[in-house]
T-cell receptor
Framework: GQSLEQPSEVTAVEGAIVQINCTYQ??????LSWYQQHDGGAPTFLSY????GLEETGRFSSFLSRSDSYGYLLLQELQMKDSASYFC?????????????FGTGTRLLVSP | ETGVTQTPRHLVMGMTNKKSLKCEQH?????MYWYKQSAKKPLELMFV???????ENNSVPSRFSPECPNSSHLFLHLHTLQPEDSALYLC??????????????FGPGTRLTVL
């Protein structure tokens, strides 16, 4: 089966840089995704890594190391609106492409 | 606005009630999903539909009954629920390109409280 581990909460101040880690165990790996969810809102897709290395999208970057079964989401120039929960997810290849298995989420609190 | 809408946004029901949750996607996607999100737990996949056919039932109790009349609409019929079923129920859709980057788009969810 699949399992993912993330820290439950991270705090930072505006303008800072924060890294949210995710370690995973899967029977077959087809990439690591990241989703953001504000309180009361829908999870929204942030990024996807299939290969090792860093993917950058504006202030957000995502990193993957398949040999270490590890990835992280890097948020730069933090803003108050970045306060949200962040979930990493992998595909459950035992049942096909469609089943995403999510981590428990990391709650990011950005303070002034 | 993600293109996936859900109604109602909030629902309170007794254990003997029957209610339905509705999801509609305006993205032209072929796959639709129901997830359950409980406090301090990962999102749990409940059901997957591909081109209106159920392709995944993640060992969900029979008191939850999905219905997918077409690729744009998905329902979750609820009956004789338990208080532990109180959670946020999220609908999602995807193109189902059978590719690794088949991104799922989520609706805002229905906050369900079972008394």
């Amino acid at each position: 089966g699949q399992s993912l581990e993330q820290p439950s909460e991270v705090t930072a101040v505006e303008g800072a840089i924060v890294q949210i880690n995710c370690t995973y165990q899967t029977s077959g790996f087809y990439g690591l995704s990241w989703y953001q969810q504000h309180d009361g809102g829908a999870p929204t897709f942030l990024s996807y890594n299939a290969l090792d290395g860093l993917e950058e999208t504006g202030r957000f970057s995502s990193f993957l190391s398949r040999s270490d079964s590890y990835g992280y989401l890097l948020l730069q120039e933090l803003q108050m609106k970045d306060s949200a929960s962040y979930f990493c997810a992998v595909r459950d290849m035992n049942t096909g492409f469609q089943k995403l298995v999510f981590g428990t989420g990391t709650r990011l609190l950005v303070s002034p | 606005e993600t293109g996936v809408t859900q109604t109602p946004r909030h629902l309170v029901m007794g254990m003997t009630n029957k209610k339905s949750l509705k999801c509609e996607q305006h993205l032209g996607h072929n796959a639709m999903y129901w997830y359950k999100q409980s406090a301090k737990k990962p999102l749990e996949l409940m059901f997957v539909y591909n081109f209106k056919e159920q392709t995944e039932n993640n060992s969900v109790p029979s008191r939850f009954s999905p219905e997918c009349p077409n690729s744009s609409h998905l329902f979750l019929h609820l009956h004789t629920l338990q208080p532990e079923d109180s959670a946020l129920y999220l609908c999602a859709s995807s193109q189902d390109k059978r590719e690794y980057t088949d991104t799922q788009y989520f609706g805002p969810g229905t906050r369900l409280t079972v008394l």
